[in-house]
């Protein structure tokens, strides 16, 4: 079962980048994996300011009150970024799946949300600062899945664009509050 999971965000990312360089095929999607609806904890890295950032200034041209205009999107996107944050989050994923498997106080515990934050894989995608958030926000977009690699994605982008919406409880509902709050800006 394992395996399968895995083999799902592979097909998944790779379905991502043949659309990010245009491939016209149509291949069938993994079913959706379990969905995380955790209660975040409040002590996210940008959450610790006593002061919110104010949501930095990304063009998301792609997003009007029509929709996602996803063949912008697609080519908005930095296909080099989008396969280093898959790959990294990925791996992020996996390991926190170990973790849980291994320690099930870890598993019953934010334990996964605090080792998210300090780990290295999360840092270097937040690192990357705008640069990153279309990638993230087509992962998001194009994944049929709600699991703990979508949500990582979410926190990441959550993060990245400042928004900090505490309001969210899976990547689905991210993407709908990311929505109107970029709407409200235009």
Same mark, same amino acid.
């Given at each position: 079962?394992?395996?399968?999971?895995?083999?799902?965000?592979?097909?998944?990312?790779?379905?991502?980048? /043949?659309?990010?360089?245009?491939?016209?095929? !149509?291949?069938?999607?993994?079913?959706?994996?379990?969905?995380? !609806?955790?209660?975040?904890?409040?002590?996210?890295?940008? /959450?610790?300011?006593?002061?919110?950032?104010?949501?930095?200034?990304?063009?998301?041209?792609?997003?009007?009150?029509?929709?996602?205009?996803?063949?912008?999107?697609?080519?908005?996107?930095?296909?080099?970024?989008?396969?280093?944050?898959?790959?990294?989050?990925?791996?992020?994923? =996996?390991?926190?799946?170990?973790?849980?498997?291994?320690?099930?106080?870890?598993?019953?515990?934010?334990?996964?949300?605090?080792?998210?934050?300090?780990?290295?894989?999360?840092?270097?995608?937040? =690192?990357?600062?705008?640069?990153?958030?279309?990638?993230?926000?087509?992962?998001?977009?194009?994944?049929?899945?709600? =699991?703990?690699?979508?949500?990582?994605?979410?926190?990441?982008?959550?993060?990245?664009?400042?928004?900090?919406?505490?309001?969210?409880?899976?990547?689905?509902?991210?993407?709908?509050?990311?929505?109107?709050?970029?709407?409200? !800006? !235009?």
């Amino acid at each position: 079962m394992r395996m399968g999971k895995r083999m799902g965000r592979m097909a998944v990312c790779l379905l991502l980048l /043949a659309a990010a360089v245009g491939c016209g095929a !149509q291949e069938e999607r993994p079913a959706s994996s379990s969905s995380v !609806q955790e209660e975040r904890p409040a002590s996210s890295s940008s /959450a610790q300011n006593s002061e919110r950032t104010p949501p930095r200034e990304i063009e998301w041209v792609e997003i009007s009150p029509q929709g996602v205009d996803e063949e912008a999107l697609i080519r908005n996107v930095d296909r080099t970024a989008l396969e280093k944050i898959a790959a990294l989050l990925q791996e992020l994923t =996996g390991e926190i799946e170990t973790k849980q498997r291994e320690d099930p106080a870890f598993a019953m515990s934010a334990g996964w949300f605090s080792y998210t934050l300090e780990s290295d894989q999360y840092k270097t995608v937040v =690192g990357m600062g705008d640069r990153a958030a279309k990638p993230l926000y087509l992962i998001l977009y194009k994944s049929p899945n709600q =699991g703990l690699f979508e949500y990582l994605c979410a926190m990441a982008l959550d993060e990245i664009t400042g928004y900090d919406h505490p309001d969210w409880k899976t990547s689905k509902e991210f993407l709908t509050v990311l929505n109107r709050a970029i709407l409200a !800006q !235009q």
